[in-house]
């Protein structure tokens, strides 16, 4: 497993945290893992994805595919708040256009961000 993820229950915030190489099959490793917890489904926790020190192997042809994955868990992403930090350059730009699509399309409000500290602010106001 290239990732870890830690439930702050003080914050009510999911930390996943993820570096390497990043392909779509450990994404979806990751967000099968998410769906298990029940203060990620239920309870209506944050999600925080650092990406710092990875790089995206995803290609933006795949976009679509996750917004469709997306659209079958609207129901409990949908008003949900993500922030994603990342520092490779690819990534950020992937980022931002995943972030622009999936709330127009899904509701799902994401960010992306270049340090903790300010994804942290975003997420807890």
Known sequence: MKYSIRIDHELKIIRYQHSGLINAEDIEDAWSEFLKIQEFTQLKYKLLSDYRGGKFQIPVTHLSA???????????????????????????????????????????????????TEALRWLIN
């Not at 129901?75 to 622009?100: C, R, T």
């Open 66 to 116: 996750i917004i469709d994955f997306m659209s079958k868990i609207k129901n409990i992403v949908k008003g949900k708040k993500q922030a994603l930090i990342v520092d490779n350059p690819y990534s950020v730009a992937a980022s931002m256009l995943f972030e622009n699509r999936v709330y127009k399309e899904i509701g799902f409000d994401v960010k992306v961000f270049s340090t903790k």
